[in-house]
């Protein structure tokens, strides 16, 4: 399975929060797009702060 592709799933599970790996676009590189449709500040903010919060974890835990 694809790095993004791993950290995708994680996030969906831990968080809640669904991206899309820039590999199911047929691209070398390997990340995710995030698209935020959230009109609510106080949401939008939770969601970016859960985002950066998961993306240390995984980085941290060494997946």
């Keep these: 399975m694809q790095p993004d592709k791993r950290f995708v799933y994680y996030l969906m599970g831990a968080t809640g929060i669904v991206v899309v ?17 959230e009109t609510d500040d106080e949401r939008r903010a939770w969601i970016l702060e859960s985002l950066r919060t998961a993306i240390d974890r995984y980085v941290a835990s060494g997946e």
Aim: proline share 6%; with cysteine.
């Design 21 to 37: 790996p820039l590999t199911g676009f047929q691209c070398a590189h390997h990340g995710f797009r995030a698209t935020l449709l």
